[in-house]
């Protein structure tokens, strides 16, 4: 069963920082663009940043500057580096990826998704 799993959440003070992971497991050919969402209460889930497999990144303005998508293709995991955090950064986050099945067909995963509260 090809899956996703996030870590790293929890909890941090405004201006601190947290990193986050996710592992793709399973039955997979090939792993295409990773991604990082989140959605906060009562808001609609946002894009956060997205990352190629040969390293292009793309971040939100909300972002950018502060959090850091990196991956590593060889251990199929994908991470946020998150700095400088804000109270509005406080959403659950999902990681998302584009993954090769065995049948030679690609289909879009998500992750069960992680806790990021910036609180005092």
């Known amino acids: 069963q090809t899956q996703l799993v996030e870590s790293g959440g929890g909890l941090a003070q405004p201006g601190g920082a947290l990193r986050l992971s996710c592992v793709a497991s399973?039955?997979?050919?090939?792993?295409?663009?990773m991604g990082w969402y989140r959605r906060a209460p009562g808001l609609q889930r946002e894009l956060i940043a997205t990352i190629t497999v040969g390293g292009s990144t793309n971040y939100a303005d909300s972002v950018q500057g502060r959090f850091t998508i990196s991956r590593d293709n060889a251990k199929n995991t994908v991470y946020l580096q998150m700095n400088s955090l804000k109270p509005e950064d406080t959403a659950v986050y999902y990681c998302?990826?584009?993954?090769?099945?065995?049948?030679?067909?690609?289909?879009?995963?998500w992750g069960q998704g992680t806790q990021v509260t910036v609180s005092s």
């Open positions: 998302n990826a584009g993954i090769l099945t065995p049948w030679g067909t690609w289909r879009d995963y």
């Open positions: 399973g039955s997979i050919r090939g792993i295409n663009t």
